[in-house]
């Protein structure tokens, strides 16, 4: 059964960086799209970035295209989320999703997911 943590979240000041990591374990990742979801209080989750198998294929949100990137380590089992001038409106909980099929940004296709961690964009 394939699982889900990621990591790296925290608290940053307006302009920063973080760099997000989800781990999987269970199973490899090699054949699975990773997708970054979001969840700010009051709203709906949001689908950030998706990266295909393979990491040929990537999918931003119009909000952080130019500001993340997200890339894959299938050697190490982990998918990464840089995350560069960040804002407030970055804040949320952050959730990585892992699913059999193509990069979508939406988060229905999705069978697994992790357990969320807090980013939170401050001064």
């Known amino acids: 059964q394939l699982q889900l943590v990621e990591s790296g979240g925290g608290l940053v000041q307006p302009g920063g960086s973080l760099r997000l990591s989800c781990a999987a374990s269970g199973s490899t990742l090699d054949y699975y799209t990773i997708g970054w979801f979001r969840q700010a209080p009051g709203k709906e989750r949001e689908g950030v970035s998706c990266i295909h198998a393979g990491g040929d294929i990537t999918n931003y949100a119009d909000s952080v295209q130019g500001r993340f990137i997200i890339s894959r380590d299938d050697a190490k089992n982990m998918v990464y989320l840089q995350m560069n001038s960040l804002k407030p409106e970055d804040t949320a909980v952050y959730y990585c999703?892992?699913?059999?099929?193509?990069?979508?940004?939406?988060?229905?296709?999705?069978?697994?997911w992790g357990q969320g961690i807090q980013v939170t964009v401050s001064s």
């Open positions: 999703a892992a699913d059999i099929g193509a990069c979508s940004r939406y988060a229905y296709p999705y069978d697994w």
